[in-house]
């Protein structure tokens, strides 16, 4: 991937996108010699307009910046890349430098959530002894939140038939956990359907 870094005095803005949540989370510049560092070492680094020097994310705080996908615009004189955050990404300490915290893409947050309480063997968790017990236990868990949602959307209570949809859902994250697969993978599947 070529970048044209003649137009903006040897600089160019960059775009910084959770790959998971896809909130942006930042902007920041990069010149010739931070592109390469970034496509080098996979850890997104900065030219410091303030500082006038290289700056790679987390150098002094551990919250680095891990390249996931790399993109540039039409005219390659602007850069989006998604990134695994290693902690809060703001000086602030705040997820994103935008204040722009909303459950949009929380989705994919839940996903690692449940994959961390799975992969660390955590005996306290709900969701550790389900995936314990089997895919016959998940399956089952599934098929009777389903039910349970089937029977809340015939009242009219939408406060109890939102809950009973997070749970289906919740229970649906476990289950393609134990299928090794993802919410991601079933997106594609539907995306697949679609007719423009």
Not at 5 to 28: A, E, R
Not at 122 to 138: F, P, V
Request: aromatic letters at 10%; a negative charge; one cysteine or more.
């Amino acid at each position: 991937m070529e970048i044209n870094f003649s137009k903006g005095d040897g600089l160019v803005p960059v775009v910084i996108q959770d790959y998971n949540t896809l909130q942006v989370l930042m902007v920041g510049y990069m010149n010739n010699e931070a592109w390469e560092k970034t496509n080098s070492e996979k850890k997104v680094t900065f030219f410091s307009r303030s500082k006038n020097r290289l700056w790679t994310k987390g150098e002094t705080s551990g919250n680095f910046l891990n390249v996931v996908e790399v993109f540039a615009d039409c005219d390659n004189d602007s850069i989006l890349i998604k990134v695994k955050p290693e902690g809060p990404v703001c000086h602030t300490g705040t997820t994103s430098c935008f204040n722009n915290d909303d459950s949009s893409g929380f989705i994919y947050f839940l996903e690692q959530i449940i994959s961390k309480r799975i992969e660390s063997n955590s005996t306290d968790s709900y969701t550790n002894k389900l995936y314990k017990k089997g895919i016959n236990k998940i399956a089952q868990k599934v098929g009777e939140e389903a039910v349970e949602l089937v029977i809340e959307s015939k009242d009219d209570n939408i406060d109890l038939f939102k809950n009973e949809a997070a749970d289906l859902l919740y229970h649906l994250l476990i289950l393609l956990k134990t299928k090794k697969t993802d919410f991601r993978s079933i997106e594609e599947v539907l995306r697949g359907r679609h007719k423009v």
